[in-house]
């Protein structure tokens, strides 16, 4: 007879930990009862080894949002370390990236969170009297009387239609940022253009430069976008929630989400820096959209930007996600089997509990049409654990 949990949690990132977390400080689940499915063999695995790939210093995130349940935590933290020169920048003390995994790995700890650790993927999920039974990828069979789904858009890598067409002749010279299978920005070969004018692209030529300067040229498609965070700060409370509870038609949800989402944008000391690397020649910077790339057969790729030509030898998109919903085929079944209710947009209609049906949780983007654009931040995290947790 295999172990029932009281929940399953699918997804080990920032939405997981906080989610699990919460759970067992408000006194909900034990760190016996509670299991969190993950593909990768640490908590917060993906984040870690992304943020440090940019070479991410400081989070766009201020100090009161991170995985724990006191929104303080985390500078009473830094205190108790005596780690306040240069941990926090700005007047929204966000964190320096190093102090707050260094909190997380805390929370982690405290909660006894890796006891909880099963890595491994689940592939189905069906109701067996009247309990959930989850299958993984390597044939085990877990049984939970809650799951929450805390997964992101991470595997679904937004390429461009023309790198998509010469990527696989491109012999690994054309990567999305974050593919799996790029670890060591010091082992590519300059020169190097990056595509995308977002925070990722600009923490990426920060980095880039250093490595290799006077040989890296920005990309993007549309002037800076400056905005100290992807969203109205307003959306974290009632000024813009209310509004946006009140509206019960999803499509208007969806497209209030479009428009308040500060897509491809950066933060103010981000956009100083690099325009700081282009007065210097440090970095290059080309506004336009990409017409073609071609490979030559020193295996040199031409990048024709309007009248432009531009000579690389690697190509790092960082053009983001898909916005399709997250899940895959596990999710489309799912939908199937238990009649979940789905918007036009394919996304979940949930309750205020972040409740898909009884005892089935979501989180993160599978939640924005009910939190709203902050769903997938760190401040959504802690809103959908506060959410899940007050409707029990």
């Known amino acids: 007879m295999s172990v029932l949990y009281k929940w399953v949690v699918i997804g080990g990132g920032i939405h997981g930990c906080t989610i699990a977390s919460c759970l067992i400080k408000k006194g909900k689940a034990a760190s016996e009862d509670l ?15 992304n943020t440090e790939l940019i070479g991410m210093e400081y989070l766009r995130s201020p100090s009161v949002h991170h995985i724990d349940t006191d929104p303080f935590s985390l500078q009473k933290y830094a205190c108790t370390k005596g780690e306040l020169t240069g941990s926090f920048f700005g007047r929204y003390k966000r964190p320096s990236l190093d102090l707050f995994n260094e909190h997380s790995d805390f929370i982690m700890k405290e909660t006894c969170l890796k006891k909880s650790w099963h890595k491994g993927r689940v592939i189905s999920i069906k109701k067996v009297n009247g309990l959930w039974e989850l ?14 789904f805390a997964i992101s858009v991470n595997d679904q890598l937004n390429i461009p239609e023309w790198a998509e067409q010469i990527k696989e002749k491109s012999n690994n010279s054309i990567l999305h940022i974050y593919d799996e299978e ?60 209310s509004p946006y509870q009140k509206l019960k038609n999803y499509d208007m949800r969806r497209n209030m989400i479009r428009k308040a989402r500060h897509k491809g944008s950066l933060p103010g000391d981000l956009f100083r820096k690099l325009k700081k690397l282009e007065n210097d020649g440090k970095i290059s910077v080309e506004d336009g959209t990409i017409e073609s790339v071609s490979l030559d057969g020193r295996q040199q790729l031409n990048i024709i930007v309007g009248n432009q030509i531009i000579n690389v030898k690697h190509i790092l998109l960082a053009t983001g996600f ?71």
């Open 35 to 49: 299991l969190i499915v993950d593909p990768f063999e640490e908590p917060m695995a993906r984040w870690k080894k």
């Open 135 to 148: 299958k993984t990828e390597k044939e085990e069979i877990l049984n939970a009387l809650n799951i929450v």
């Open 182 to 241: 790029l670890n060591d920005l010091s082992s590519l070969e300059p020169p190097i253009a990056i595509v995308g004018g977002g925070i990722s692209a600009a923490h990426l030529a920060i980095k880039l430069s250093v490595l290799f300067p006077g040989e890296i040229t920005l990309i993007k498609r549309h002037p800076y976008r400056v905005h100290d965070f992807d969203s109205d700060p307003g959306w974290l409370g009632p000024k813009k929630q």
């Open 322 to 392: 898909q916005p399709s919903r997250p899940g895959g085929k596990l999710i489309d079944a799912l939908v199937q089997e238990q009649n979940l209710l789905c918007a036009n947009c394919g996304y979940p209609i949930v309750n205020k509990s972040l409740q898909w049906c009884p005892h089935l949780y979501v989180s993160g983007p599978l939640a924005e049409l009910e939190i709203g654009p902050i769903a997938r931040n760190i401040a959504g995290a802690r809103q959908a654990a506060e959410r899940i947790i007050y409707g029990l």
